[in-house]
């Protein structure tokens, strides 16, 4: 059983900074095997990658992010991290937090956390 739960999403002005977490409880099994992945969500629209880790430690980034934002983990804490910075309007989505445990095709999604860049 995995459950995922982001929180540090919010309201922020173009150009600032924003941290999100993701907590995750994976009963049965250790954090670190799984490849994490935020993704981001606006209305009428898919969910799209916005980074990912792999168990490994490899990282990967939309392009429209590269340079602003930073995925880590902390496999001690069983969390995940997403740094933002130089935020734009465009960033505004609904963040989601994605797991998969490595070497499976399942995927285990949070309830997700609004970031609204705005002036």
């Known amino acids: 059983q995995v459950q995922l739960v982001e929180s540090g999403g919010g309201l922020v002005q173009p150009g600032g900074s924003l941290r999100l977490s993701c907590a995750a409880s994976?009963?049965?099994?250790?954090?670190?095997?799984?490849?994490m992945g935020w993704y981001g969500q606006t209305p009428g629209k898919q969910r799209e990658l916005v980074a990912l880790?792999?168990?490994?430690?490899?990282?990967n980034y939309a392009d429209s992010v590269k340079g602003r934002f930073t995925i880590s983990r902390d496999n001690a804490k069983n969390t995940l991290y997403l740094q933002m910075n130089n935020l734009k309007p465009e960033d505004t989505a609904v963040y989601y937090c994605n797991a998969v445990p490595g070497g499976t095709t399942r995927s285990y999604w949070g309830q997700g956390t609004q970031v609204t860049v705005s002036s």
């Open positions: 994976v009963s049965g099994s250790i954090f670190s095997i799984y490849h």
């Open positions: 880790i792999t168990s490994y430690g490899t990282t």
